[in-house]
């Protein structure tokens, strides 16, 4: 008896899990179709198996895409409204839905669909890419806070990527006022540096303006300068930098610096510049140099070389940063960095006798820890200490202690 109902059930099944099994290979076609640019090919493939089995939504969603990916937005729309109707909670339809969103730059209906999937969907791996192109949607609205809020949860390289992106608007859409201490362990007086810059974060980017003071060596300057990041692409930026002072022995008299900045891959970012200080017109410093940034989840590294031509050779110099976000509030993080070599710091190029530039050699460690105090207040506490070579004395060094304080208003 048991044998004969296994015998009738086998007969049974068998047909529609063979018709499971084809549909399957004809979507496997499909896809390969698709991958050499034969969207239309694809469909012609997918549309029988799809009358067949109309409850396969993959195949349905999959139509759609082709559609998309021609841009033909309203077709795909069909497609994916249509699977929702037979099943609301199909977490693949809401996330093609939020491309096409954002593919067409609607943003406040990709809001919309995302916010409307997520009470629907109860995939984790849905809801992360829904997440991801909600976030997406109010980072290019400018709503920067609730894009951070949005992420809260979302993971993978892509919301790293966002968090971070998002994180460089936040925080130079701003006032910020600090000043950082130098104490010598010998040879010179005390040095003070204030710095007050508001910055801007518009849809093609970020700008900056900055007013430097400093007392140094027994002199007090103004220096101004303005920060330009410019949003060439989506994964392209740069930057641009100008400052200006009439105190040539504080600060250079023009200072310049370009840079462009590329993501590599989902978790890695480039970047290749230079950087310029004129003195005067004997006692100018280039200096070339790039970037390699790694984010994951809550951390951030990054390591910086500086080339610097000079008529003896190249002088070198290596920056490395690590930092990590705290807790959930991307506003607030640690910070601790280190310098080797040559040092890039304009407070280490010192101008002395005939105007001659003296480039010091310089080691520095430093921590940072900036914390966010409510929603619009944020302070800032650092800590760095250098070995720094005396210009009238190469291969003697004297210790800098320098703490920072500061404070930021979130505009």
């Known amino acids: 008896m048991n044998r004969l109902f296994i015998t009738v059930l086998f007969l049974v099944i068998s047909p529609l899990a063979w018709a499971q099994v084809n549909a399957d290979s004809l979507f496997l076609v499909a896809k390969h179709h698709v ?41 795909a729309r069909a497609y994916y409204e249509a699977t929702l109707q037979r099943d609301s909670t199909f977490g693949a339809a809401w996330v093609a839905l939020g491309d096409i969103d954002l593919w067409q730059k609607n943003y406040e209906t990709a809001l919309s669909d995302m916010e409307t999937g997520l009470t629907s969907v109860s995939d984790s791996t849905s809801r992360n890419e829904m997440k991801i192109r909600k976030a997406n949607a109010l980072f290019q609205l400018r709503e920067y806070r609730h894009t951070l809020d949005a992420l809260d949860g979302a993971y993978g390289p892509r919301a790293d990527r966002l968090r971070q992106s998002t994180l460089l608007r ?21 040095m003070y540096y204030t710095t007050l810059q508001a910055g801007q974060s518009t849809k093609y980017g970020v700008g900056i303006i900055r007013i430097n003071s400093a007392t140094r060596f027994g002199e007090t300057g103004i220096q101004g300068e303005i920060d330009l990041y410019p949003r060439i692409t989506d994964n392209v930026y740069g ?34 510049g230079i950087r310029n ?6 006692a100018s410093v280039t200096m070339y140099t790039a970037s390699l940034s790694y984010y994951y989840s809550k951390y951030f590294f990054s390591i910086r070389p500086f ?11 290596v920056a490395f940063l690590a930092r990590r976000y705290l807790k959930n509030d991307s506003r607030s993080w640690l910070t601790v960095k ?17 105007e001659s530039v003296s480039i010091l050699q310089t080691t520095q460690i430093g921590a940072e820890w900036q914390q966010a105090l409510s929603t619009n207040w944020v ?13 009238f004395d190469p291969g003697s060094f004297v210790s800098i202690y320098a703490p920072t304080l500061g404070i930021k208003r979130l505009l």
């Open 307 to 317: 080339l610097t031509p000079q008529d003896n050779g190249t002088d070198v110099s």
């Open 170 to 190: 936040l925080v130079n859409n701003s006032v910020d006022l600090t000043g950082t201490a130098e104490f010598f362990s010998d040879v010179y007086d005390n």
């Open 338 to 354: 280190a310098n080797i070599g040559f040092s890039p710091d304009a407070r280490r190029i010192q101008v002395g006798a005939g």
């Open 35 to 75: 991958e050499i640019g034969e969207f239309g090919e694809a469909r012609e493939i997918l549309k029988p198996a799809l009358e067949a089995y109309p409850d396969y939504h993959d195949i349905r969603v999959y139509i759609g895409r082709t559609h998309a990916w021609e841009g033909d937005y309203s077709t």
């Open 239 to 272: 930057y641009l930098n100008y400052g200006y002072s009439s105190n040539e022995n504080v600060f250079p008299e023009h200072r310049f610096g370009a840079e462009i900045y590329s993501a590599v891959g989902n978790r890695f970012e480039a970047s290749l």
């Open 277 to 282: 200080l004129y003195f005067g017109p004997d």
């Open 379 to 391: 302070v800032i506490l650092g800590f760095n200490f250098t070995q720094q070579e005396l210009p």
